[in-house]
Nanobody, 114 residues
């Protein structure tokens, strides 16, 4: 059974940076496209970045140019480097497969505030 554990969130001032990590257990990690999602209070969960098994990436317009997704298949880990953070980036961030979700992890809280 696949488990996903997100970490790296915190409180940061506008313009700051954070790096999120998502460690996966189970087999087959390298063949799946992975995504970072976020859910702000009162809003639906949205996909902000995704990375295919071959490394191709895509981003939501709201984070393009500021966020970078990467993966280390040997470590079964996907990362999200977030730069120039804005208050509207405040949310709980989750990772999951992009197309065939498994059980969601606990997520990691990102709060951008002065």
């Amino acid at each position: 059974q696949v488990q996903l554990v997100e970490s790296g969130g915190g409180l940061v001032q506008p313009g700051g940076s954070l790096r999120l990590s998502c460690a996966a257990s189970g087999s087959g990690f390298s063949i799946y496209a992975m995504g970072w999602y976020r859910q702000a209070p009162g809003k639906q969960r949205e996909l902000v970045a995704a990375i295919r098994s071959g490394g191709n990436t895509n981003y939501a317009d709201s984070v393009k140019g500021r966020f970078t997704i990467s993966r280390d298949n040997a470590k079964k880990t996907v990362y999200l480097q977030m730069n120039n953070l804005k208050p509207e980036d405040t949310a709980v961030y989750y990772c999951n497969r992009q197309f065939t979700w498994v059980n969601w992890g606990q997520g990691t809280q990102v709060t951008v505030s002065s």
